[in-house]
């Protein structure tokens, strides 16, 4: 049983500009590339940390409104930014880290996701960059 | 180059932006939330035209 409940209502930075109101997933993915190192004489396969890899993928509501999602995003395709996350919109703290990409890449930006009856939304998915967190 | 921001979304409205490391500014300033500072150009002091005086 969970000992704690955590609502998801996260704030969301994308380079520095608060994407909260437009956002409804976000799902942030430390990885580091695992290299095998398996050597003759093992019985299993080992691996070492090899280069850091993170994603950060967002789900967005597409808007086109001044300083919405589009102003934010058209950009930023094919470069790189800065990306924040933590877990609600209070003060950082250990119980509410903020975590940071700095120099993620964008590779690709949907323009229009339209479908008859539904909302505009959009997939983000920002890779690599420097991950680091802060809790103070 | 100062900017000043133009978007709540950004930070409060007329303040000075300074960019942190890994943000790009000239997404910024395409996407209106930041724009450039002009700064004060020093005035020079006014021309005096004497006119030669011909007496």
């Known amino acids: ?136 | 180059m100062t900017y000043l921001i133009v978007s709540s979304k950004l930070g409060v409205v007329g303040d000075l932006y300074t960019p942190a490391e890994g943000i790009n500014v000239e997404a910024l300033l395409f996407g209106g939330f930041i724009v450039e500072q002009s700064t004060p150009k020093t005035k020079k002091s006014a021309k005096t035209n004497t006119e030669p005086n011909e007496e």
């Open chain 1, 1 to 136: 049983m969970a000992t704690s409940t955590y609502l998801s209502n996260p704030l969301v930075t994308v380079n520095a500009v608060d994407m909260t109101d437009q956002c409804s997933s976000a799902n942030l993915t430390r990885v580091i590339e695992a290299l095998e190192s398996t050597s003759f004489g093992k019985t299993a396969r080992v691996y070492v940390a090899g280069l850091e890899n993170s994603t950060l993928t967002l789900t967005m509501y597409n808007s086109f409104a001044a300083s919405e999602t589009y102003a934010t995003l058209a950009a930023l395709v094919g470069t790189s930014t800065t990306v924040k996350i933590k877990p609600t919109s209070a003060a950082t703290s250990a119980t509410n880290p903020e975590s940071t990409l700095t120099g993620c890449y964008l590779e690709t930006l949907p323009i229009v996701n339209a479908a008859l009856g539904s909302l505009d939304t959009i997939d983000l998915v920002f890779t690599g960059g420097v991950y680091s967190v802060a809790v103070a």
